[in-house]
């Protein structure tokens, strides 16, 4: 019998879709056909607006039976679950059903989740049930740093920690399986420090309410990242398909991204303002379909926040904060770049090739960071604050428990492989049973050579795979490394042939089809010449859009497209399934393979001799720090037009005062800049020609004046507590000494987790005897959470750990301006000249920015 859970219209749009998607890929067969074929009604119409409008690679390589699980699940909310039964049809669709929020793997997950959340929830309200999803979240998963791949929800539970986008996807899953509309919320950079974040938004009773994923409180509405969104300059979140039904605006008000219509929501959290872009050429004619990008410097470099495309007129529109952004014009062959305060101005046109300059001259940019705005949080009773740090405290004793138990019954007493067992987590069985299959050496190199999170959400038919591959080639490749000494020739093949990890894509199992894939002749030519492999990949993938998920090799080839940093990680990865040492060029991210000697960059023309650079910090008496102090990028042509891609020169070594790399000619723009307390920038840029001939490159920092760093505000003596519990004044805590005190958060939330990584790096990179940081826990009477204790075993020297009362810290913040509800507290104090005089604060911020921390310690050396 036939569903009528869904409208007519739904069935129709999801039908058109469906035969669209079709059309488009030709005779590529679709895994989902097999199962569309045995179904019909409801479940069908869900199938087909799947496999018409979910991302091409999760349509070709994702298992029906996964997809399918999500229809199911999906349609047994809206038929037993009363408030999302009552949920208009398109909010239904986006935002309950969903199977995809960010670029994660799809795994059947909602079930399993709902089945541990459904008795919690039931008896609840929406709001109620949407705050306790989010301390079902918190007793699994944590935040903790980490590599850029996000994990979905099976390996965040797996893992027991994650990012904030690994965070937010668990958190949005997690309402999803229990019917509340979720999506989320993310800003791709902040203005005002280097980084961005994501968080969560729920549909509570047809109004959207935000929350810090896995960081519970006892109401919504509320979160660390508050104050931060407030000066914002583009927030968003995103849908996967333009179906509505009036309820869900599907405009692509911030562009697009991939598959994904981006919808701006800025206005939510911070002031706005509408910039109008017109591009003209330089006749002064419009260009219609132009490239237009919305770009942030963070991180010293120009980082897209948004992307549209000019109408016929050369126009295009976009809400944005109240700050400095970089209009970024393009096509495929030329472009022009305005800067622009949005504070003061609507309206800009930008001239194509009007950016192409090459005067090797620093230009000063004023770069300005929205002006800090109000907390929406709501506010908390006493009682709700002694709850939530209760439940907080709780939650993290079950997370720890329950990572300990899957410890405790992996252990084996060998220490190398309880090691990985442990970093494993839930997922220890599969990896217990590879070790457990067989001894061969390669087994233990294989699972060492896999990143933490590989072991937590691999499967084992892609061990498998990639064991058998490395066996079918182990004596080529140990034949062309034999004349190398037996460390190197054991690393080169553990990270660089073994390894089925690549970048931060996913792992598809497929390395033996992909050597059953090329017969002897060719299998040999690409052996003798990996350019070959090389160029044939360039015939036989053409360019598709980027910012999909990854696929597997075997599908790229089959399907014959893929963009250009997917056809890189493809050919590493044929490369090593012949037993060719490959990688990706760790400064410039292009492909390169093994020679027997060196590795060489497939894509380098025998034309091109690489220029000899010498970068030197005339005046700097610390070492510039590459994507926080200064980048270089080079001018090319991306997939969106011409455009400066930054160099990956990641921790590029100094010594006296300068660094050497070596540059492809071309012409290239170096950006310095220097982060003010305000967040506002002094930057300055720099583009130059690199042709034959070394260079010497002196890179300029703006200077800021004194006034522009350091604030004067007069401080009370307050006490902080010793471990006698006396109170002990901030005057004999320093010993009048200059000092930067940390209040941080004793439950371990997440920016107090930054504070204390920020910190360890800081110190390992300077240490500064005559300034000492001052740490201190609050609530004064929580136990000391595990990951507050696992970041402070951390630090390069142990620290005299103090407590402090929590009226302290909302008085410190108070008479230093910050928000007494944001933790963690940074303040850096200078002592009075004389033994009567008050403490000075020359620098305070509450919640958490990234390169608070340093910033707190460098103005304190001032």
């Known amino acids: 019998m036939r569903e009528n859970l869904l409208s007519p219209a739904l069935h ?61 699940h999906a349609l047994e909310l809206r038929r037993s679950r009363a408030w999302t039964a009552a949920l208009p049809e398109d909010v239904f669709i986006h935002y309950v059903f969903w199977p995809r929020v960010n670029n994660e793997r799809l795994e059947p997950c909602r079930s399993r989740i709902a089945g541990e959340l459904d008795a919690r929830v039931t008896p609840l309200d929406m709001e109620c049930a949407a705050i306790e999803t989010n301390y079902w979240c918190a007793e699994h998963v944590t935040y903790a740093p980490s590599d850029i791949r996000t994990i979905g929800p099976v390996g965040a539970l797996n893992r027991g920690t994650g990012r904030c986008g690994e965070e937010s996807t668990l ?23 280097d980084d961005n974040h994501a968080w969560v938004e729920a549909m509570v009773d047809g109004v959207w309410r935000f929350m810090g994923a896995c960081e519970p409180e006892e109401r919504l509405d509320r979160g660390w990242f508050d104050c931060a969104a407030a000066r914002a300059m583009l927030i968003h979140a995103r849908v996967f398909c333009d179906y509505t039904t009036g309820s869900v605006d599907v405009a692509p008000s911030a562009g697009r991204q991939g598959a994904a219509i981006l919808q701006n929501l800025t206005a939510s959290y911070a002031p706005t303002t509408r910039l109008a872009v017109t591009v003209t050429d330089t006749d002064g004619a419009p260009v219609p379909g132009a490239d237009v990008r919305f770009e942030l410097l963070n991180m010293a470099e120009f980082a897209p926040i948004a992307q549209l495309a000019a109408d016929e007129d050369g126009r295009a529109a976009i809400e944005l904060g109240l700050g400095t952004v970089l209009v970024h014009a393009s096509t495929p062959d030329g472009f022009g770049e305005a800067l622009v305060d949005t504070a003061s101005t609507t309206a800009v046109t930008v001239t194509l090739d009007a950016g192409r300059r090459d005067d090797d001259a620093w230009t000063p940019l004023a770069v300005s960071a929205p002006a800090a705005g109000g907390s929406r949080a709501a506010a908390l009773t006493p009682e709700q604050k002694a709850v939530g740090a209760d439940r907080a405290r709780h939650a993290e004793t079950m997370r720890v428990e329950r990572l300990e138990s899957f410890a405790r019954q992996s252990a084996t007493g060998d220490a190398d492989t309880d090691a990985i067992l442990r970093l494993a987590g839930g997922n220890w069985p599969v990896i217990a049973r590879f070790l457990e299959a067989g001894s061969e050496p390669d087994r233990m190199l294989l699972l060492q050579a896999l990143s933490d999170k590989d072991l937590a959400d691999v499967h084992a038919e892609t061990l498998d795979d990639a064991l058998a591959a490395a066996a079918a080639i182990r004596d080529h490749t140990m034949r062309m490394l034999a004349d190398l000494d037996e460390r190197t020739r054991t690393d080169l093949w553990r990270d660089t042939v073994l390894n089925p990890r690549v970048d931060g894509e996913e792992l598809a199992g497929d390395h033996r089809a992909l050597q059953q894939r090329f017969g002897a002749d060719r299998i040999a030519l690409f052996r003798s010449d990996p350019r070959t492999l090389w160029q044939e990949m360039l015939r036989g993938v053409r360019d598709a859009e980027d910012d999909e998920p990854y696929t ?110 070596r540059l492809e000619p071309g012409t290239y723009r170096v950006i310095t800049t220097t982060r003010l307390p305000n967040g506002s920038q002094l930057a300055a840029s720099r583009t130059l020609r690199v042709a034959d001939g070394d260079r010497t490159i002196a890179l300029d920092w703006r200077r800021p004046a004194q006034s522009d760093l350091l604030a004067h505000l007069p401080l009370e003596d307050l006490p902080l507590i010793a471990d006698d519990g006396t109170d002990t004044p901030l005057s004999e805590v320093l010993h009048g000494r200059r000092g930067v005190v940390f209040i941080l958060d004793a439950h371990g939330s997440e920016p107090s987790i930054h504070v204390l990584d920020e910190l360890r790096e800081s110190l390992a990179e300077r240490p500064d005897p005559d300034a000492e940081p001052v740490i201190a826990l609050c609530p004064h009477d929580t136990p000391v959470s595990a990951p507050i204790t696992a970041m402070l075993d951390r630090l390069p020297r142990r620290f005299r750990l103090w407590r402090c009362a929590e009226p302290t810290a909302a008085r410190l913040a108070r008479i230093t301006f910050v928000d007494p509800d944001k933790s963690p507290v940074i303040v850096a104090i200078r002592p009075g000249r004389a033994q009567d005089d008050p403490l000075t604060g020359i620098y305070a911020c509450s919640g958490y920015n990234v390169g608070s921390v340093e910033l707190a310690l460098r103005l304190n050396r001032v």
């Open 12 to 72: 129709d749009y999801a039908d058109n879709r469906y035969r669209d998607r079709k059309a488009s890929l030709g005779g590529l067969t679709i895994p989902a056909d097999t199962l569309i074929g045995r179904l019909d009604g409801d479940r069908r119409a869900l199938m087909h607006l799947l496999v018409g409008t979910l991302p091409t690679t999760d349509i070709l390589e994702c298992e029906p039976a996964t997809l399918l699980d999500y229809v199911d």
């Open 171 to 193: 958190l949005v899953s997690a309402l999803r399986a229990v019917g509340i509309p979720a999506r989320q919320v993310y800003t791709p950079r902040w203005a005002h420090c």
């Open 552 to 661: 597997g090799t075997a599908a790229l080839l089959s399907r014959g497209y893929g963009d250009g940093p997917h056809r890189g990680i493809a050919f590493v990865t044929v490369c090593r399934c012949l037993g060719i040492p490959a990688r990706l060029n760790p400064e410039t991210r292009s492909p390169q393979y093994f020679d027997g000697a060196r590795f060489v960059d497939v894509q380098a023309r025998e034309s091109d001799r690489l220029v000899a650079c010498t970068l030197t910090a005339p005046g700097r008496d610390d070492t510039p720090r590459y994507g926080v102090d200064w980048t270089i990028g080079r001018l090319q042509r991306t997939p969106y037009g011409m455009d400066f891609s930054t160099i990956d020169l990641g921790d590029v070594p100094w010594t006296d005062g300068a660094t050497h790399i």
